[in-house]
């Protein structure tokens, strides 16, 4: 009788036992399934973001590739965060046929660009009228006394004649939103041809010119544009004096 009991005792350990080992076997494999399958999802969460990207500029899988290999280089090094794939693929052109290809690209986008914006303008405009705004005018400006000199005072009041051109105050740094309105501008300047800015630095006095040189590359100012005078770069606190517009009043355009 005390062997019967042993044996059935010992058959009791050994079924749970094997049941123990089962429901652990389990629990491992739903584990090891649970964690195959994020990660392929993150895979393919990573493949789809990689393909909007590339998608988003037209741009092939391989070119993008070579975007972000060439971003590794000096490209990387030298240009401001914001320049496209496309404008680093056409400064690294392997070809003047790849060069053109991309320039072509570029061109189509940016056109584009200019109509949403300007659409977005007339709407602003529309918007802004409604509500009793007005835009400023220079001409109202000049009515008011000077506080610059009688020199920068004719030179204003000739620019305020020249049709389309605009008086644009800025800064050399710390003003995103001057940033931000300089391109702007420069894109209506992509659709209308007749369209002048001057451009003037409240904070520009007693700094080196190269600086407003660094200004002009990093916001992409077209030297060409600069060579014909349809941007010019001035020192501008006089025209702050004058108007007495305070720096966190900028950016501002005087039509």
């Not at 496309?86 to 003047?96: N, P, Q, T, Y």
Request: charged fraction near 25%.
């Amino acid at each position: 009788m005390r062997v019967e009991k042993a044996l059935k005792l010992q058959t009791k350990r050994f079924l749970v036992a094997t049941l123990m080992a089962g429901v652990i076997s389990s629990a491992s494999a739903a584990n090891s399934n649970q964690t195959l399958t994020t990660e392929s999802n993150s895979t393919e969460t990573r493949q789809t973001e990689t393909e909007r990207r590339h998608l988003q500029w037209g741009l092939t899988e391989n070119e993008y590739a070579r975007y972000e290999q060439l971003m590794k280089g000096i490209r990387g090094s030298v240009s401001p965060e914001t320049i496209s794939p496309i404008e680093v693929l056409g400064i690294h052109a392997r070809s003047d046929a790849e060069r053109d290809r991309y320039a072509k690209i570029w061109a189509d986008r940016m056109e584009e660009d200019a109509k949403r914006v300007l659409a977005f303008q007339r709407a602003y405009d529309k918007a802004w009228q409604e509500k009793g705004g007005q835009i400023i005018d220079i001409a109202a400006l000049k009515q008011r006394k000077p506080a610059g000199n009688s020199n920068s005072n004719q030179a204003v009041s000739s620019e305020a004649g020249q049709g389309r051109a605009l008086t644009f105050l800025t800064m050399l740094d710390g003003c995103p939103s001057c940033d931000s309105k300089i391109q702007d501008l420069m894109t209506s300047m992509l659709v209308d041809n007749s369209m002048r800015v001057n451009i003037y630095f409240s904070d520009s006095k007693g700094k080196e010119n190269s600086l407003i040189r660094q200004w002009a590359v990093k916001n992409k100012v077209d030297p060409k544009w600069l060579q014909n005078k349809r941007i010019t770069l001035n020192h501008g606190d006089s025209l702050m004096q004058r108007f007495q517009v305070e720096e966190s009043q900028l950016p501002v355009v005087f039509k």
